[in-house]
């Protein structure tokens, strides 16, 4: 079953020249992965925008097509009623801090009170929050005391706390470093074992290659390819995007007929042991 | 890397119902301005804002900000009431063209004062009170909910704004530019710092608006609270009574030639 459904979306910005998105069609199944990579540009953060109903409620301009999420069109249903079925965490974890709370434990529990929920109830969301993000240690800090990474799994602790079945990441590592890349890539490995919905928007190949289910890819506003990691990133320079290390180094192999010209290039560490050992 | 104005400290003060410390600060003010004593808003401050503050825990920041802020402008005030006063006849010394006079510093004094008392009482009250619990006693009180929000992100964005005019100060200092020396320099810096400072904070609003909105923040529903505000009778009857003398203080004042002079 589907949780998230694009049927012909299009999008053009208010004053705008262009389409930020155009006729792109594709369904998202639940309990998945789903990746969207392209280059700068490509429209992946409006399609983020789009999937999560801040298009057209929140940003305002031209939508063609359908989102429907769970079966609920994203035109017709109110934005404080989509954020229940879908959450969106964004690149920079600092801006998502509210701002109004002094503690991590407040932070996470500042969506639960903007829903009603009671009391007892937050208390046993956020423990659950808290213990699979990591975050048990910092419960009682600032959220600006956080490192970078912390501060991003904290967004994430802040969203799925909602209970959103559908959680949209857009480059949620792009301001971290190698550490903080791996905290949130192991919490949405977390998340996706729960059984939530990703849609995870990435430049760095080599996760997307070892956590995505299917990956999607966009150029110019428009859907070009979409398949398991492995097959679509095989032309990842064809797309403005860099191809991981692995399949790298096995391009270089085969370019000095190292290796069999036919056979896939790798794009994990397990796939490349199996390339090379071949 | 503390963001917040808000020092926790278990005291009574801090104990206190927001409303009923800010129904203090109220009166405390409310009196500066009333009462025609010229020493009313020292004698306040040194009688009760200092006591306070001794209660909370807070007596060095309060006091520390309080004479922060107000030195400079009691200072200025001092200069340009001082000399250029309208109608003030009692000159105490000549500097050429410019003399200073007595009543310029009188209304200087009686100004910068006021202004020191309510300072120190909006500390006690800031210093004091944790922010979620200010946004959630305005919220109870009636205020709309964006707008206890907007309060009480303001208050924490002050602190937030100065960790990054200091982060930026640092990276521009570590680019060669000077901001110590004369004050043609320390001017001729305050572009450099201001302008990264004031586009930063404009260019993160889209995605705060963002962030809030995925957080259900304009969900038309009945918000509830992490947080557990006590409150009591006592505290409600204080407030009351606080409330009624500033009511009484300001009428009072418009219609009777009020008190010392």
Redesign the interface.
Same mark, same amino acid.
């Given at each position: 079953m589907s949780s998230l459904a694009v049927e012909q979306l299009g999008f053009q910005y208010v004053q705008a020249k262009s389409d930020a998105l155009r006729g792109i069609t594709f369904e998202v199944p639940s309990s998945s992965i789903t990746a969207i990579v392209g280059a700068n540009g490509a429209g992946k953060s409006t399609l983020c925008?789009a999937l #999560?109903g801040?298009i057209p409620h929140?940003f305002k301009g031209n939508m063609r097509g359908a989102v429907r999420v769970n079966g609920m069109d994203s035109k017709q249903t109110p934005? #404080?009623q989509l954020?229940?079925q879908v959450?969106?965490?964004?690149q /920079?974890p600092? /801006?998502?801090i509210?701002? #109004?709370?002094?503690t991590v434990?407040?932070e996470i529990?500042?969506?639960?009170? /903007?829903?009603?929920?009671?009391?007892a109830e %937050?208390e046993t969301r @956020?423990a659950r929050a808290l213990e699979l993000f990591g975050l048990e240690q910092v419960a009682h800090q600032?959220p600006?005391?956080l490192s970078g990474g912390q501060q991003q799994r904290l #967004?994430l602790a802040? @969203?799925f706390v %909602?209970e959103p079945p559908v959680m949209v990441l857009d480059e949620p590592t792009s301001q971290l470093d190698p550490q903080g890349t791996r905290e949130v890539m192991a919490a949405i490995q977390t998340l996706a074992a729960q059984g939530r919905t990703i849609v995870l928007v990435e430049h760095k190949l080599e996760w997307i290659a070892e956590l995505a289910t299917r990956v999607l890819v966009l150029h110019h506003g428009e859907l070009v390819a979409q398949g398991a990691p492995r097959e679509i990133l095989q032309c990842a320079d064809e797309w403005g995007l860099n191809e991981t290390r692995y399949a790298r180094a096995a391009r270089m192999a085969r370019e000095r007929g190292l290796v069999a010209k036919d056979v896939l290039l790798p794009q994990t560490l397990e796939q490349a042991t199996n390339f090379f050992r071949v | 890397?503390? $963001?917040?104005f808000?020092l926790d400290r278990a005291s009574g003060w801090h104990a206190l119902h927001p409303l009923t410390k800010i129904a203090v600060a109220f009166a405390l003010s409310v009196t500066a301005f009333c009462v025609r004593w010229d020493f009313i808003s020292v004698a306040l401050f040194v009688f009760v804002v200092i006591p306070f503050a001794v209660w909370g825990n807070i007596w060095r920041p309060v006091l520390r900000a309080t004479f922060t802020v107000i030195l400079p402008l009691a200072v200025s005030l001092a200069l340009i009431q001082g000399f250029f006063f309208p109608g003030a006849q009692d000159v105490l010394f000549q500097i050429g063209p410019f003399a200073l006079k007595r009543e310029g510093l009188e209304f200087a004094f009686v100004t910068g004062t006021r202004l020191m008392l309510i300072a120190g009482a909006g500390l006690l009250v800031v210093y004091a009170t944790?922010?979620?619990d200010l946004?959630l006693a305005l919220v109870q009180a009636g205020a709309p909910y964006p707008l206890a929000?907007i309060i009480?992100?303001a208050i $924490? !964005?002050l602190p937030?704004m100065q960790?990054r005019a200091d982060g930026i100060l640092k990276a521009q200092q570590a680019r060669g530019l000077e901001t110590t020396g004369s004050l043609r320099v320390r001017v001729s810096a305050l572009l450099p710092l201001l302008a990264p400072l004031v586009y930063g904070a404009l260019e993160?609003v889209q995605?705060?608006? !963002?962030? !809030?909105?995925?957080?259900?923040?304009?969900?038309?529903?009945?918000?509830?609270?992490?947080?557990?505000l006590r409150d009591t009778l006592a505290q409600r009857a204080l407030r009351w009574l606080l409330v009624m003398f500033s009511i009484l203080l300001i009428v009072a004042s418009v219609f009777v030639p009020l008190f010392i002079r």
């Amino acid at each position: 079953m589907s949780s998230l459904a694009v049927e012909q979306l299009g999008f053009q910005y208010v004053q705008a020249k262009s389409d930020a998105l155009r006729g792109i069609t594709f369904e998202v199944p639940s309990s998945s992965i789903t990746a969207i990579v392209g280059a700068n540009g490509a429209g992946k953060s409006t399609l983020c925008y789009a999937l #999560a109903g801040f298009i057209p409620h929140f940003f305002k301009g031209n939508m063609r097509g359908a989102v429907r999420v769970n079966g609920m069109d994203s035109k017709q249903t109110p934005l #404080a009623q989509l954020v229940t079925q879908v959450g969106l965490a964004f690149q /920079n974890p600092f /801006n998502q801090i509210s701002g #109004a709370k002094l503690t991590v434990s407040e932070e996470i529990a500042f969506g639960l009170e /903007n829903l009603g929920v009671p009391r007892a109830e %937050m208390e046993t969301r @956020i423990a659950r929050a808290l213990e699979l993000f990591g975050l048990e240690q910092v419960a009682h800090q600032s959220p600006y005391a956080l490192s970078g990474g912390q501060q991003q799994r904290l #967004a994430l602790a802040s @969203i799925f706390v %909602m209970e959103p079945p559908v959680m949209v990441l857009d480059e949620p590592t792009s301001q971290l470093d190698p550490q903080g890349t791996r905290e949130v890539m192991a919490a949405i490995q977390t998340l996706a074992a729960q059984g939530r919905t990703i849609v995870l928007v990435e430049h760095k190949l080599e996760w997307i290659a070892e956590l995505a289910t299917r990956v999607l890819v966009l150029h110019h506003g428009e859907l070009v390819a979409q398949g398991a990691p492995r097959e679509i990133l095989q032309c990842a320079d064809e797309w403005g995007l860099n191809e991981t290390r692995y399949a790298r180094a096995a391009r270089m192999a085969r370019e000095r007929g190292l290796v069999a010209k036919d056979v896939l290039l790798p794009q994990t560490l397990e796939q490349a042991t199996n390339f090379f050992r071949v | 890397m503390n $963001q917040s104005f808000y020092l926790d400290r278990a005291s009574g003060w801090h104990a206190l119902h927001p409303l009923t410390k800010i129904a203090v600060a109220f009166a405390l003010s409310v009196t500066a301005f009333c009462v025609r004593w010229d020493f009313i808003s020292v004698a306040l401050f040194v009688f009760v804002v200092i006591p306070f503050a001794v209660w909370g825990n807070i007596w060095r920041p309060v006091l520390r900000a309080t004479f922060t802020v107000i030195l400079p402008l009691a200072v200025s005030l001092a200069l340009i009431q001082g000399f250029f006063f309208p109608g003030a006849q009692d000159v105490l010394f000549q500097i050429g063209p410019f003399a200073l006079k007595r009543e310029g510093l009188e209304f200087a004094f009686v100004t910068g004062t006021r202004l020191m008392l309510i300072a120190g009482a909006g500390l006690l009250v800031v210093y004091a009170t944790h922010p979620a619990d200010l946004a959630l006693a305005l919220v109870q009180a009636g205020a709309p909910y964006p707008l206890a929000y907007i309060i009480v992100t303001a208050i $924490q !964005l002050l602190p937030e704004m100065q960790a990054r005019a200091d982060g930026i100060l640092k990276a521009q200092q570590a680019r060669g530019l000077e901001t110590t020396g004369s004050l043609r320099v320390r001017v001729s810096a305050l572009l450099p710092l201001l302008a990264p400072l004031v586009y930063g904070a404009l260019e993160n609003v889209q995605e705060r608006a !963002l962030a !809030l909105d995925a957080r259900a923040f304009r969900a038309p529903r009945a918000k509830t609270s992490w947080r557990v505000l006590r409150d009591t009778l006592a505290q409600r009857a204080l407030r009351w009574l606080l409330v009624m003398f500033s009511i009484l203080l300001i009428v009072a004042s418009v219609f009777v030639p009020l008190f010392i002079r």
